[in-house]
């Protein structure tokens, strides 16, 4: 009687989160637009900032920098902000250069620190590299890594051509696992320095009706756990954010509100709140930062069932 009730009970609660996720589609990363989609503005990556004679660097080297990937906007530019008010100098990296202009501009003129934007397309295998080489000619030095950038839908495995596929899994997993491997260098030499992945809740358990999105999240959990033990004697701590349904767009929270109600919203945490308790915590070097009390429970719950009962629940929840 009591395992029964205990199951209706968890059953309950996971068939909300589910739903508040895939079919509001507020999953905490930050999304990009494939590269095939219409109304795309491309960014070319084979534009070599790391060799451009005519770029002086002009930033302020007295502080810190933390270089934000995918931080022009939704959560990657909540954590730029909370940097910026602990008073990091930024780098930030984003495809198009519109609203990486307008983050520097704003981030600039409200909290006085120094932004240097990159356009690059971090789904590419040369972007990494470049970006890298561009830091180290400059001797950025670099005390925070955020791995923000990242793609998701409401479907995906069934659903997308491969291409798309491919492109999922290069910005959600490569795009940090490159970042992380040509940045180390400056981030040993400015030591102690951090790490910050942004994974998901869909990380903790398979999900069929977003089979590859949590596939890629759960490779940026295991990835985020197994590096903080590589790199405890470099003196550099690493973290992941996994956060529930955020609210990075107006018409989200409406959407909430209205299929969700007071238990939706209750679940949903703001960027801003997001990047605030994400900086602090990787600040703390905390390894796994799950926001708000609510997708606390989620989380210990969706790693406490058996995994065949969180995937079957996914499933019939998906359905609907």
């Keep these: 009687m009591m395992k029964s009730a205990f199951l209706y009970f968890a059953s309950f609660f996971i068939v909300i989160f589910v739903y508040a996720q895939s079919e509001v589609g507020a999953w905490g990363a930050v999304k ?20 451009n004679d005519t770029m002086v660097y002009q930033g302020d080297k007295s502080r810190p920098y933390a270089l934000v990937a995918g931080g022009s906007k939704g959560i990657g530019y909540a954590i730029s902000e909370a940097l910026a008010k602990r008073g990091y100098n930024l780098i930030l990296i984003a495809r198009h250069t519109d609203s990486l202009n307008a983050a520097k501009n704003k981030l600039e003129s409200i909290y006085h620190i120094h932004v240097e934007t990159l356009p690059y397309d971090l789904s590419l295998d040369s972007s990494a590299t470049q970006i890298a080489d561009w830091c180290t000619q400059r001797d950025i ?61 869909a990380g903790f358990a398979p999900i069929p009706v977003k089979n590859m999105y949590s596939a890629t999240k759960s490779a940026v959990v295991f990835f985020s756990y197994s590096l903080k033990y590589q790199l405890k004697e470099k003196n550099i701590s690493v ?9 990075t767009k107006p018409e989200i929270k409406k959407d909430t509100k209205e299929k969700l109600g007071w ?15 994400a900086v602090r915590e990787t600040l703390n070097k905390k390894l796994v930062i799950v926001p708000g009390t609510l997708a606390k429970f989620m989380a210990f719950l969706i790693r406490f069932l058996p995994r065949r009962w969180i995937v079957s629940i996914y499933n019939k929840a998906g359905k609907k």
């Design 263 to 277: 238990i939706g919203m209750k679940m949903a945490v703001s960027p801003e709140r997001v990047g605030e308790i």
């Design 32 to 51: 990009s637009t494939p590269l095939n989609s219409p109304g795309l503005v491309y960014i070319d990556s084979s534009l070599d900032f790391a060799n």
């Design 239 to 247: 973290s992941v954010l996994c956060p529930g349904p955020v609210f």
């Design 141 to 201: 030095p670099l005390k925070m890594l955020c791995n923000v950038a990242g793609f998701g839908g409401a479907r995906d495995y069934l659903s997308l051509p491969l291409d798309t596929l491919r492109y999922m899994i290069n910005l959600n997993i490569g795009s940090a696992i490159s970042l992380t491997l040509t940045l180390l260098p400056l981030l040993e030499k400015n030591a102690p320095s951090y790490i910050l992945n942004v994974g998901s809740m």
